[in-house]
């Protein structure tokens, strides 16, 4: 029983956390920003949607008594956000305020058509839906064409998906690379306390006792890389107020203050998750070949 | 008359890896025995010790230790086990950054205790048994060799087990310290009715306290069930 020094519990490299708690902090800062675009995205996509003038172009014979029958059934289906009849005068009358000039005097007769102006619910306005309410507006007997700007519809949804997965893929690495950290941290902590460990083990401590200090911390941490990535968010958030002070009014503040439980969440999760694991695996191991 | 034995083991197979170190063990120890077990260094005493506390698995052969069915042990059972049983080694240190007190009160914590009242008349009555009443403040490095194997008995004597397994637990030490130890244990033995298992290479300790003695040797556990000296 010889007296050697050094073999303590409190003498030791003490092992850091902070990589684990930047590296935890960066993946939810990612999931965060993602989870923001997300939010946004619907609501402007949503705003984009709506703008979106579907127009059912009338024949040119068409009495305005049908034109307006015809709009009053339209108006009845659930997905219609805004209707209206634009008679032939008054497309002429408008085409005059936007490009002033007054062509019919020109032309000696009015070209335009009279046309029925759908905006839709942003739930409709996807190609699919679109095309169905197409076809069934076609077989109206008096409608001429549909006419609507194709391209923007499908190409909205499309980048926010694309962008989206981007970030998906960059975080899954993120997270790869931040639970390899967390165990090498785990595992020079267990060297470090390994008398400590040692002296549970031997005396009949179970494996959730041993891990149940780890496990505290690893909350904790988890919280903590939270707090931060959120502060991160957070600035970005102001940064884009100053940018642009527009989009400030479509923010949802329910779905950020739900993003942000989320995150802590999630942080508490793979910090303590991972943490666990691998304290689980290093009981399994010969504590001195931790090294 | 029938009551069952402390340990025991039947036709077991000690491995360390894949190398077996002990063939075909037969041992039974009975309640409040004090036991040696013997043989030089490397021929597997730490090995058999290892077997009886649960840190190297029984693949071949039955037993059972303090009542529980070796075959059948996992590492969830282990700390179970281990908390019927109190292991004293040569190099089974104190904690260094805590005083003796503080050590016992971590191990009683550490298996499951909560009651500070509770815990505070155990760690008095393992000192006062162990004869070291007076140093619960004293930090390890206070206290001397001999002082601190002492404090490693008390550890081992807090859950009350029924089995004492010791590792060379006098390897340390100079003669004098070691008889201290060595009456001290066959206290615990006697008074408490704990079976005491002891490995030792010292056989000058023997012929001072003789016992019952099993001998590693060639691969093989022998029994010379009372102790006679050459
Ligand atoms: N962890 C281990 N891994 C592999 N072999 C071991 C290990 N521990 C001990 N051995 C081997 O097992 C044999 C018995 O060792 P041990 O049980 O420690 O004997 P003793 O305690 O009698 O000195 C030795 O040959 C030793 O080299
Ligand atoms: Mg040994």
Known sequence: ?291 | MAEQPIIQLSNVNIYQGTSLILADVNVTVNKGEFVYLIGRTGTGKSSLLKTLYGDLSLKEGNGTVVGFDLKKMDWKKVPFLRRNLGVVFQDFQLLTDRTVHDNLKFALKATGWTDNKKMEEKINDVLDKVGLNTKGFKMPYELSGGEQQRVDIARAMLNSPKLILADEPTGNLDPETSDGIMQLLFRISREEGAAVVMATHDYILLQKFPSRVLRTENGKVTDHASVTFV
């Open chain 1, 1 to 291: 029983m010889a007296q050697q020094p050094g073999k303590s519990s409190s003498k030791k490299s003490k092992p850091s956390y902070l990589y684990s708690i930047i590296g935890v902090a960066l993946v939810l800062f990612l999931l965060g920003t993602l989870g923001l675009i997300v939010i946004h995205a619907n609501k402007l996509s949503e705003f984009f949607k709506e703008s979106i003038e579907i127009q059912v172009i009338l024949r040119d014979n068409v009495k305005e008594e049908q034109a307006i029958a015809l709009k009053d059934s339209i108006a009845s289906r659930p997905y219609v956000k805004s209707i209206e009849y634009v008679s032939k005068d008054m497309a002429a009358e408008r085409f005059k305020k936007e490009f002033g000039e007054d062509f019919i005097n020109l032309l000696q007769y009015n070209p335009l058509y009279a046309s029925i102006n759908i905006k839709g619910n942003a739930r409709y306005v996807n190609p699919d839906s679109l095309r169905v309410i197409e076809a069934s507006l076609t077989q109206q007997n008096i409608v001429r064409e549909i006419s609507y700007q194709r391209g923007l519809v499908s190409k909205l949804n499309e980048n926010v998906r694309k962008i989206g997965l981007v970030i998906l893929g960059i975080c899954v690495l993120l997270a790869v690379v931040v639970i390899v950290l967390i165990d090498n941290t785990i595992r020079l902590a267990m060297f470090s306390n390994r008398f400590l460990i040692k002296t549970m083990q031997m005396v009949g401590a179970t494996r959730w006792f041993i891990a149940k200090p780890f496990d505290i911390r690893s909350i904790i941490n988890g919280a903590l890389s939270a707090f931060l990535a959120i502060a991160g968010l957070i600035g970005i958030l102001y940064g884009a107020d100053q940018l642009l002070p527009e989009l400030s009014s479509m923010r949802d503040y329910l779905m950020i203050t739900v993003l942000f439980v989320g995150m802590i969440v999630i942080g508490i999760c793979i910090s303590l998750v991972s943490t666990h694991r691998s304290v689980m695996k290093y009981l399994r191991l010969k504590l001195d070949d931790l090294y």
